[in-house]
């Protein structure tokens, strides 16, 4: 089902900035999985419509940044009250090198189907679960699962030559690092066989070494940076999410961490960074002008004390807005409806927490009302499609690809009395009534189901995975 009429909706949110954040509808007609008509429309002689009375209509979400291998890693508590460089040591390094083929694959259909739940249709994965002589093939599971689910899938492939251990010779072969040879190689193989450049592909694939100080030297990531454009891929990465990083980057390089971006060929529209919590105004000022991008993480980095990221500075100076759960491991709600709203409501409490008041030559709180609802939808759809290059996705206009999610507003007391109904899934935050999702106008979700999915045997399955890879320690 590609061609059908969605009637009577109470509000659609675009994905757009300003005065077209809202279309009027109420009605969207969708013609070849696109969006071919917005409005007051007729339904024509046998045409399949959808009820959308009670329901808003936002663009499926895309998420910028995960870790889906993390999913059966949740709420660790040797790692659980850690900040990020001893939760790195206490639950991704201890326990991922003990994961097997099934293990991962698990874990990857878990997290997306929380996220496809939430109403995202776009997700991608930065996978680093790579190492010399692995036994399967991460990538082609990754591929294979969104693939199942129906979902748009993004390959940010991690890893690097580099280990944070100093003496690497009595790591487990899962903990190994890569050769920059291997590395590269793996890329060529995997941009052959998977990616697309369409600005509607269903798969893609991001050169993405794992963290710029820790995976690898320079010259490497000078390497992998001018391989990625050779072969017409994106760049992807962590960079900047707490003031160890800071330290770690001026000890080594003597400049700050967006500086060493520049010397390393790694700005530019066609890089993003996860998290950039720990920005000074220069850095911020020079990610605007190459108009290098963002995947804003708040709940991971409030989970590990990590910060808050300047996103409105960063927006207003030109840089690329988008938002990514992050890993489960550092994220027990790895979905994007929870991520959404700890987005608008982190920003205004930034802006608040920034205030100056008036007496001190300040504009006291006004500031603070500047994240809208329609802000967080535009960087959660709309900024997150065109940082990676899928233009005809992540907006609700005449032309664009069907991605849209409908929520239902009109059964959870948690939206009773509001009296902008089209804020709901964002503001009110949790489980969303997710009455559909469509992906190219292919319905993926109905009524808050994936066909042909038993979710209490997945359940059955992940308790049964956690204990096992317990025993393994």
């Known amino acids: 089902m590609t061609d059908f009429l969605i009637r009577n909706a109470t509000a ?3 994905g757009l900035a300003g005065a077209a954040a809202r279309a009027p509808g109420p009605d969207v007609r969708v013609r070849a999985g696109r969006i071919a008509a917005i409005g007051a429309l007729t339904p024509e002689p046998g045409e399949r419509q959808l009820d959308a009375t009670g329901c808003v209509i936002y663009p499926a979400w895309v998420n910028t940044h995960h870790h889906l291998f993390q999913s059966l890693l949740k709420g660790d508590p040797v790692g659980l009250n850690a900040t990020l460089t001893p939760w790195l040591t206490a639950t991704p390094m201890r326990l991922r090198p003990l994961m097997n083929e099934n293990d991962f694959r698990l874990a990857a259909r878990i997290g997306l189907l929380e996220l496809a739940l939430s109403g995202c249709g776009t997700v991608a994965d930065h996978n680093y679960h790579y190492y010399p002589h692995m036994p399967y093939d991460t990538s082609a599971i990754l591929f294979d699962e969104a693939e199942k689910l129906g979902l748009r899938f993004v390959l ?22 890569e050769t920059l040879d291997g590395f590269m190689t793996d890329i060529e193989r995997l941009a052959q066989l998977y990616h697309d450049p ?9 050169s993405a070494p794992t963290t710029p100080p820790h995976s690898m030297r320079p010259q490497e990531l000078r390497d992998c940076a001018a391989q990625a454009r050779r072969l017409g891929l994106r760049l992807h990465s962590h960079l900047s999410e707490t003031v160890h990083y800071q330290d770690t980057v001026d000890s080594q390089h003597q400049m700050k961490p967006v500086q060493f971006c520049e010397t390393i060929d790694w700005l530019g529209p066609d890089v993003w960074f996860a998290h950039l919590v720990k920005l000074d105004d220069d ?15 708040p709940q991971s980095n409030g989970r590990l004390g990590s910060g808050i990221a300047p996103v409105r500075q960063l927006d207003a100076a030109g840089a690329q807005i988008s938002i990514g759960v992050d890993g489960a491991a550092s994220n027990e709600a790895a979905d994007m409806i929870s991520e959404t709203h700890a987005a608008w409501l982190m920003q205004r409490a930034r802006a608040g927490y920034e205030a100056v008041p008036y007496f001190r ?3 006291g709180e006004a500031e603070a009302a500047s994240t809208t609802v329609e802000d967080v939808v535009r960087w959660g759809t709309a900024g997150g499609a065109r940082l990676m290059g899928l233009d005809a996705v992540g907006t609700v206009e005449v032309g664009q690809a069907a991605d849209l999610s409908i929520y239902g507003i009109d059964r959870d007391p948690r939206y009773f009395g509001l009296h902008d109904l089209a804020i709901g899934p964002v503001a009110s935050g ?9 992906v190219g ?8 189901r994936l066909p ?3 979710v209490i045997e997945l359940g059955r399955q992940s308790r049964d995975a956690v204990r096992a890879l317990l025993a393994r320690l």
């Open 156 to 177: 940010c492939r991690g890893g690097g030559t580099l280990s944070r251990v100093a003496d690497t010779s009595n790591l487990p072969p899962a903990s190994r690092p």
């Open 441 to 448: 106008g292919k319905e993926v979700v109905r009524d808050g």
């Open 361 to 363: 030559g300040g504009q």
């Open 12 to 14: 659609i949110l675009t």
């Open 198 to 206: 369409a600005p509607d592909a269903m798969r893609k694939l991001v």
């Open 283 to 297: 850095e911020i000022a020079l990610l605007g002008k190459t108009r290098t991008g963002i995947a804003h993480c």
């Open 430 to 438: 949790g489980t969303a009534d997710l009455r559909w999702m469509f």
């Open 452 to 454: 042909d999915l038993d």
